[in-house]
């Protein structure tokens, strides 16, 4: 029923149509300057729901791409670390085989494999105590600073006997160091030092000094070959699992990235608005809000005393 | 037959009537834009001719205009109307407001809310996992640790801080209802007065209705008008006002959210200490339901301030609860086992009383019992939290959607009774406000008429004048 309309009500319905249509407007000035569909938590419930979901995975996807990346590094010093090994191992076994050689060698011949035999024990000990970010690449969760300890020589004063202790595994065994690179997936970024180099009297460093001692006392070294070989196959083992963990984070990498791409878009979709649609939306609204109060600046104005004499 | 003496009194009566008419035509223009006012007109009437006695003959005509009095014209209808939308519209509107205040304070969605912080917390463990014993990303996880025990506790003292001021504004309120309630009782004894006297109280009437329109808004409630003018407003089907008496209630319970459990706010009759006043509606209903306690069983449906402060508490203690369990079986770097990384203050709300206990690296317990002291086996668990099914964030998560729909369903509540009581409203100045246009009519009307009236007089003056004056003097000069 349309009742009587007075000046009162005239002014009513005009003030209250102008600021339903001011505040449409200020709301899409709002959404077109924030660019955010959602303000506060009642704009939709739901996508509120969902963006939170979102985000979370999204602050995962990172951390994950970050504990990748750091596995990745893991893996590709303990790669190089282990290719370093390989190759002194290759030198170590063509010196014993060299060495082997009973009957072209001279005592100083013989000396001289032995003291390059010396030094590539120090190279394979640096190469074992290799780091990655201060942490020992192949002693576990050990806090010790070093996989293997230091060669120690002590000279006793009495007999002046030399009795030289060969460098000792110090890491932790059967810890391994695990990089978490999705919600259930974890690869392990170290490389166990006591399989690789082996440890007591079986290690690489013992062995080394096995072959020394008997170059300089005159023992054929021929048996020690099988030895080396023996060694070269655990290392080239361990080297190829490497290979494996490292291709693995990689394929890891490519699903984070995508997966933080298809992530930006489902966050982008639930909280962003159309610009394109809010803009059209907000010139529309602009173009009634003028209109309205072009329409209340005329219709309120007259009464019947302008007309009146 | 009239007497030449009559007419010139009916004429007088036309006159008065008409300059009576012009007197209400002002007052309705002067009054257009006041607020409550109902515009009035005044009610006329013939008087019938002096009826002929047995022996006179002859026709009588009547004796001119009489004022009756002057009309209020109001909708008993539409004010009932205005009273029963404004009760609805002052109930939802404060929950509308509380819930949008409550949810804005929650920062969600956005990287400034707590999920994020959450989510961040985590992924510092993880980092920490990855680097057990380091400086660096343990600093990071005790920042972020004691940065979502600083937003916990913010969270919460701000829904405590709108609790303090819903109550005193309850307070405010049910000061003001009192006021409302004794100026009733006075108008009341005043318009029985004027009504005995037979005074016009048009306007005592209108102050009234005025008044019992803010008593609906505060508290809703009924009028009843009674015979003798006065009314009756009714609040939880209790007299409020009963004539020229008014009673008066009052806010009792706790001051502060922490208490409110304990003794739950409501509005008292002065006169009854212990009963509550079953209110139907309006501002002090709606304040009275935020200020609430939680619901015991956990079922979430109490006031929605307490609710939300034990949503808060909920989350700080599932967030220590869940991290310690895992804290505890690992080791730090000194081998120390069964460390808490939370704790709890017992003197103080879960949401206040949380704090970190590790101070730097070497507290943090990240490394399996056994194991090296740099394995971040139970850092990595502890990240696992996060994505479990009994997340804390889960928690959050769904606190911050329940409450973002009650916000969404109280502002399309409160939407929806203001557009109700704007109607209504409309509809009642539709029949009461003054029309200008039509009080221009009204004053040509009577301006008319008035003219009408005096020539009236001249007419009669002047057929006196010629036969007093000029009868008789024919010839003469």
Redesign the interface.
Same mark, same amino acid.
Do not use: C
């Given at each position: 029923m349309l009742? *009587?309309?007075?000046?009162?009500?005239a002014a009513?319905?005009a003030s *209250?149509g102008l600021q339903a249509n001011a505040a449409r407007l200020a709301q899409l000035q709002s959404q077109a300057s924030s660019q955010k569909a959602?303000t506060?938590? #009642?704009?939709?419930?739901?996508a509120? /729901?969902q &963006?939170?979901?979102v985000?979370?995975e999204q602050?995962?996807n990172?951390?994950y791409t970050?504990?990748a990346t750091?596995a990745e590094g893991w893996l590709s010093t303990t790669d190089s670390a282990l290719s370093n090994t390989t190759n002194i191992l290759n030198r170590i076994r063509d010196l014993t085989v060299q060495g082997a050689n009973d009957g072209t060698m001279s005592a100083t011949s013989r000396e001289a494999i032995a003291t390059e035999l010396t030094g590539l024990k120090s190279d394979l000990l640096a190469a074992a105590n290799t780091q990655f970010? %201060? *942490?020992s690449i192949f002693? =576990?969760? +050990?806090?010790a600073g070093v996989a293997f300890s230091p060669e120690t020589t002590t000279t006793d004063p009495s007999t002046g006997v030399v009795t030289t202790v060969p460098p000792a595994f110090t @890491?932790?065994t =059967? &810890?391994t160091?695990?990089? *978490?690179v999705g919600?259930s997936t974890?690869v392990a970024v170290d490389t166990d030092g006591s399989k690789v180099f082996g440890t007591g009297s079986d290690s690489v460093f013992s062995m080394i000094d096995g072959i020394v001692s008997d170059l300089r006392s005159g023992v054929n070294v021929n048996p020690q070959i099988a030895k080396i070989d023996s060694r070269l196959d655990t290392v080239r083992g361990a080297w190829a699992g490497v290979g494996t963990r490292q291709a693995q984070v990689e394929r890891t990498q490519d699903t984070l990235a995508s997966a933080s791409t298809s992530l930006e878009n489902q966050r982008s979709s639930v909280?962003d608005i159309d610009l394109g649609q809010v803009i059209l939306k907000l010139q529309t609204q602009n173009v009634s809000y003028q209109a309205a109060l072009a329409v209340t600046a005329k219709v309120i104005q007259p009464?019947?005393?302008d007309f009146?004499k | 037959m009239t007497s030449t003496f009559g007419t010139l009194n009916t004429a007088y009566r036309g006159l008065s009537a008409a300059s009576t008419g012009l007197g209400v035509v002002g007052e309705n223009i002067s009054n257009? +834009?006041v607020d409550g006012y109902t515009r009035q007109r005044v009610t006329t009437s013939s008087i019938e001719a002096v009826q002929n006695g047995l022996f006179t003959k002859g026709t009588t005509i009547g004796q001119g205009v009489s004022v009756d009095g002057v009309a209020r014209l109001a909708d008993a209808t539409a004010d009932a109307q205005v009273r029963s939308t404004a009760s609805a519209a002052g109930y939802s509107s404060v929950r509308s407001d509380a819930? #949008?205040t409550l949810?804005?304070g929650?920062n969600?969605?956005g990287t400034s809310g707590l999920?994020?912080q959450? $989510?961040?917390f985590? $992924?510092a463990w !993880?980092?920490v996992?990855?680097?057990? =014993?380091?400086t660096a990303p343990a600093t990071a996880l005790l920042g972020q640790a004691n940065s979502i025990v600083q937003t916990i506790a913010a969270g919460y003292q701000s829904v405590s801080d709108q609790w303090s001021s819903a109550r005193s504004s309850v307070d405010t309120l049910a000061t003001q209802l009192n006021q409302d309630g004794a100026q009733i009782a006075d108008l009341n004894t005043q318009i029985r007065t004027g009504l005995q006297t037979g005074s016009n109280v048009n306007e005592l009437l209108d102050k009234r209705s005025l008044l019992t329109e803010d008593v609906a808004k505060l508290a809703g409630g009924t009028v009843h008008q009674n015979t003798d003018g006065t009314v009756d407003v009714l609040v939880g089907g209790n007299a409020l006002v009963s004539g020229d008496t008014a009673r008066t209630v009052q806010v009792t319970g706790a001051k502060t959210l922490d208490g409110s459990a304990a003794s739950p706010v409501q509005l008292e009759w002065t006169h009854r200490p212990g009963a509550s006043v079953g209110l139907d509606g309006g501002s002090i209903a709606g304040t009275l339901s935020v200020l609430a306690p939680a619901s015991t069983d956990g079922s979430g449906t109490g006031g929605v301030l307490a609710e939300a402060a034990s949503s808060y508490n909920a989350l700080a203690t599932q967030l220590a609860t869940t991290v310690n369990a895992v804290h505890e079986t690992g080791a730090t770097?000194s081998g120390a086992t069964g460390t808490d990384f939370f704790t709890l203050s017992t003197s103080a709300p879960a949401a206040l009383g949380l704090s970190v206990l590790p101070t730097d690296a070497s507290q943090i317990a990240s490394?399996?019992p /056994?194991? =090296?002291?740099?394995? /971040? #086996?139970v850092a990595?668990k502890i990240?696992q939290i /996060?994505?479990s099914a009994t997340a804390p964030?889960k928690t959050?998560?769904s606190f911050?959607? !329940?409450? %973002? !729909?009650l916000?969404?369903a109280a502002?399309t509540g409160s939407d929806r009774a203001t557009t109700a009581a704007?109607n209504a409203?409309?509809?009642q100045?539709? @029949?009461a $406000?003054?029309?200008?246009?039509?009080e221009?009519?009204n004053l040509?009307t009577f301006q008319h008429a008035y003219q009408g009236a005096a020539r009236m007089m001249t007419a009669v003056d002047s057929m006196l004048d010629t036969l007093i004056n000029h009868m008789g003097l024919v010839g003469m000069s």
């Amino acid at each position: 029923m349309l009742g *009587r309309v007075t000046n009162q009500t005239a002014a009513m319905a005009a003030s *209250r149509g102008l600021q339903a249509n001011a505040a449409r407007l200020a709301q899409l000035q709002s959404q077109a300057s924030s660019q955010k569909a959602i303000t506060v938590p #009642s704009d939709d419930p739901t996508a509120t /729901g969902q &963006s939170l979901q979102v985000r979370a995975e999204q602050t995962q996807n990172a951390q994950y791409t970050r504990n990748a990346t750091d596995a990745e590094g893991w893996l590709s010093t303990t790669d190089s670390a282990l290719s370093n090994t390989t190759n002194i191992l290759n030198r170590i076994r063509d010196l014993t085989v060299q060495g082997a050689n009973d009957g072209t060698m001279s005592a100083t011949s013989r000396e001289a494999i032995a003291t390059e035999l010396t030094g590539l024990k120090s190279d394979l000990l640096a190469a074992a105590n290799t780091q990655f970010q %201060g *942490r020992s690449i192949f002693a =576990g969760t +050990s806090d010790a600073g070093v996989a293997f300890s230091p060669e120690t020589t002590t000279t006793d004063p009495s007999t002046g006997v030399v009795t030289t202790v060969p460098p000792a595994f110090t @890491g932790t065994t =059967g &810890s391994t160091v695990q990089r *978490r690179v999705g919600d259930s997936t974890t690869v392990a970024v170290d490389t166990d030092g006591s399989k690789v180099f082996g440890t007591g009297s079986d290690s690489v460093f013992s062995m080394i000094d096995g072959i020394v001692s008997d170059l300089r006392s005159g023992v054929n070294v021929n048996p020690q070959i099988a030895k080396i070989d023996s060694r070269l196959d655990t290392v080239r083992g361990a080297w190829a699992g490497v290979g494996t963990r490292q291709a693995q984070v990689e394929r890891t990498q490519d699903t984070l990235a995508s997966a933080s791409t298809s992530l930006e878009n489902q966050r982008s979709s639930v909280e962003d608005i159309d610009l394109g649609q809010v803009i059209l939306k907000l010139q529309t609204q602009n173009v009634s809000y003028q209109a309205a109060l072009a329409v209340t600046a005329k219709v309120i104005q007259p009464t019947l005393m302008d007309f009146l004499k | 037959m009239t007497s030449t003496f009559g007419t010139l009194n009916t004429a007088y009566r036309g006159l008065s009537a008409a300059s009576t008419g012009l007197g209400v035509v002002g007052e309705n223009i002067s009054n257009a +834009s006041v607020d409550g006012y109902t515009r009035q007109r005044v009610t006329t009437s013939s008087i019938e001719a002096v009826q002929n006695g047995l022996f006179t003959k002859g026709t009588t005509i009547g004796q001119g205009v009489s004022v009756d009095g002057v009309a209020r014209l109001a909708d008993a209808t539409a004010d009932a109307q205005v009273r029963s939308t404004a009760s609805a519209a002052g109930y939802s509107s404060v929950r509308s407001d509380a819930l #949008s205040t409550l949810e804005t304070g929650l920062n969600e969605p956005g990287t400034s809310g707590l999920s994020t912080q959450l $989510s961040n917390f985590w $992924s510092a463990w !993880s980092d920490v996992s990855n680097a057990p =014993g380091k400086t660096a990303p343990a600093t990071a996880l005790l920042g972020q640790a004691n940065s979502i025990v600083q937003t916990i506790a913010a969270g919460y003292q701000s829904v405590s801080d709108q609790w303090s001021s819903a109550r005193s504004s309850v307070d405010t309120l049910a000061t003001q209802l009192n006021q409302d309630g004794a100026q009733i009782a006075d108008l009341n004894t005043q318009i029985r007065t004027g009504l005995q006297t037979g005074s016009n109280v048009n306007e005592l009437l209108d102050k009234r209705s005025l008044l019992t329109e803010d008593v609906a808004k505060l508290a809703g409630g009924t009028v009843h008008q009674n015979t003798d003018g006065t009314v009756d407003v009714l609040v939880g089907g209790n007299a409020l006002v009963s004539g020229d008496t008014a009673r008066t209630v009052q806010v009792t319970g706790a001051k502060t959210l922490d208490g409110s459990a304990a003794s739950p706010v409501q509005l008292e009759w002065t006169h009854r200490p212990g009963a509550s006043v079953g209110l139907d509606g309006g501002s002090i209903a709606g304040t009275l339901s935020v200020l609430a306690p939680a619901s015991t069983d956990g079922s979430g449906t109490g006031g929605v301030l307490a609710e939300a402060a034990s949503s808060y508490n909920a989350l700080a203690t599932q967030l220590a609860t869940t991290v310690n369990a895992v804290h505890e079986t690992g080791a730090t770097a000194s081998g120390a086992t069964g460390t808490d990384f939370f704790t709890l203050s017992t003197s103080a709300p879960a949401a206040l009383g949380l704090s970190v206990l590790p101070t730097d690296a070497s507290q943090i317990a990240s490394a399996a019992p /056994g194991s =090296g002291a740099l394995d /971040g #086996s139970v850092a990595d668990k502890i990240h696992q939290i /996060g994505i479990s099914a009994t997340a804390p964030d889960k928690t959050w998560a769904s606190f911050v959607t !329940s409450t %973002g !729909s009650l916000a969404k369903a109280a502002i399309t509540g409160s939407d929806r009774a203001t557009t109700a009581a704007t109607n209504a409203k409309t509809q009642q100045a539709s @029949g009461a $406000s003054v029309d200008l246009d039509e009080e221009n009519v009204n004053l040509l009307t009577f301006q008319h008429a008035y003219q009408g009236a005096a020539r009236m007089m001249t007419a009669v003056d002047s057929m006196l004048d010629t036969l007093i004056n000029h009868m008789g003097l024919v010839g003469m000069s």
